[in-house]
């Protein structure tokens, strides 16, 4: 059992895919055209009662509203969700990118919090914490069997605030303790350099709303250093989607003005539309185009996106309009799936309904719901093969997920993951350590990033021996 476990947690760091959700924020609940079943009502007006008037033990009323709430919307399916006072303010700070905390990106080794990269700026990065340094105590509390989310909760709290970690550096092999002050931080979405004369990689971690002038910023930097840039990889990967708005943008600077970016379909009239690459959709209003200064080589320069299983919603748009307009070459492992909207609806000054309200379509018309963007090119994790991609959750592994009239879940994918899993934990309880996490996105032992960079050279690219197409759920009727 603690074999599965300590797997199960350490393939959980990327399998988060599509937590986050392709979202048009509207500000008012809107009142339902048609009348409401009397009956049902009635019978859930009596369930209330009951439970209010012989429950073992007094129940807050608020609490039996909210739960009913959430189990309607819960039934619907995986991205659909009711937020109370705290869900919804953690939902806001994940689409602005604004939280309070200490300013750094983490990941877990040996079952201890990992810094991967201090926030520039930050308070973290101005204590001089650094990457691959490992957390051991937050305050009083071991990190020993906390979860990542657990870790995360104890070093967020409220401006101005201390918190306490012990650290381990690994490469001056001592323990030391540091005190932190909270701050408002700003994520970075966007990340790049150049990796060698001629080539840079910009990542894209989420869409949210800071990401485009980030994303512009970016490439202002990447075109001052190497002017005669001759080919970008642009890096989604594990990136699950954030803004839709933010996707038209980012498709837009690479794509020729006005063509088609992402359609979408759903009952209301406004989830019928069509999003171009035009300023139109996606400047905020009053606002300048955040594009303006690029420049106009690139429309031209040679691209590949990098894809894998946890790429989700936005990402895939970007992915799906620049293969189908055949700007980019996209590389990597099939996506993760999620090709339908969500639009939150305020309830009130602290609640909000988040509901999907239509599918997407990418500009050829294809949906991805449930199926992905297939790479033009299928790559491994490594130089060794595929590590996690197996145990990854997809869309159509997720409950109550959209399909196209097909239930039946896909038997050989959930046999694979399986059997993916079993031979990990055999791996672990051999050896007596976790697998070795795979390196760091952008570094010289990143693997996917090195047959991108040759695809754009004219070089050899090592492709996968093993990946395979997932095909499309059926169509009614087939």
């Excluded at 309070?100 to 520039?120: C, N, Q, R």
């Excluded at 032992?445 to 990946?467: H, I, Y």
Aim: hydrophobic content about 40%; aromatic content about 6%; cysteine-free.
């Amino acid at each position: 059992m603690g074999a599965k476990l300590k797997v199960a947690g350490w393939v959980a760091l990327g399998a988060v895919a599509g937590a986050l959700t392709t979202m048009q924020l509207q500000a008012n609940a809107r009142s339902s055209l048609t009348p409401l079943p009397l009956e049902e009502m009635q019978q859930l007006a009596a369930v209330f009662g009951l439970v209010k008037a012989e429950y073992v033990e007094p129940v807050d009323e608020k609490k039996l509203i909210n739960d009913a709430i959430s189990g309607m919307v819960s039934g619907l399916d995986p991205h659909s969700q009711f937020f109370d006072q705290k869900s919804f303010k953690e939902f806001r700070e994940g689409t602005t990118g604004k939280f309070v905390g200490v300013g750094i990106e983490i990941g877990m080794e040996d079952g201890l919090v990992k810094i991967v990269s201090p926030i520039e700026g930050s308070p973290a990065f101005r204590a001089g914490l650094k990457s691959g340094d490992l957390i051991s105590k937050i305050d009083d509390t071991a990190v020993k069997g906390l979860s990542l989310d657990q870790a995360v909760k104890r070093m967020r709290g409220e401006p101005n605030t201390k918190v306490s970690l012990t650290i381990y550096r690994k490469s001056e092999s001592r323990s030391f303790p540091i005190t932190i002050t909270r701050e408002e931080i700003r994520v970075q979405s966007v990340r790049s350099k150049v990796v060698e004369p001629g080539y840079a990689w910009l990542r894209v971690s989420q869409f949210q709303d800071r990401t485009v002038e980030d994303f512009a910023r970016k490439l202002e930097e990447i075109y001052k250093a190497e002017p005669n840039l001759k080919g970008l990889v642009l890096d989604l990967r594990n990136d699950p989607g954030g803004l839709l708005e933010a996707s038209v943008a980012i498709s837009a600077a690479f794509l020729q003005q006005g063509v088609e970016v992402v359609s979408t379909n759903g009952q209301i009239a406004e989830s019928k539309a069509s999003f171009k690459a035009s300023p139109d959709f996606y400047q905020r209003r009053g606002g300048s185009d955040p594009l303006r200064k690029l420049p106009a080589a690139l429309k031209n320069v040679p691209l590949v996106v990098l894809v894998n299983e946890g790429s989700a919603s936005a990402s895939e748009i970007v992915a799906g309009a620049l293969q189908d307009h055949k700007r980019a070459i996209v590389m990597g492992a099939q996506t993760f799936g999620k090709g339908s909207v969500q639009t939150v609806r305020q309830l009130g000054p602290e609640t909000a309904l988040k509901i999907t309200t239509a599918r997407y379509y990418t500009p050829s018309g294809r949906s991805i719901q449930a199926k992905g963007i297939v790479p033009d090119v299928l790559l491994d994790e490594t130089a060794e093969g595929n590590v996690f991609a197996a145990l990854r959750m997809r869309e159509a592994d997720l409950e109550k997920h959209l399909n196209n009239g097909a239930e039946e879940k896909d038997a050989a994918r959930e046999k694979a993951r399986e059997e993916a899993r079993q031979k990990l934990e055999a791996d672990f309880a051999k050896k007596n350590e976790p697998p070795k996490p795979l390196p760091e996105f952008g570094s010289a032992e990143d693997f996917p990033l090195q047959q991108a960079l040759n695809q754009l050279k004219g070089r050899p690219v090592a492709v996968s021996k093993t990946a395979v197409e997932r095909k499309a759920e059926a169509k009614p009727g087939e």
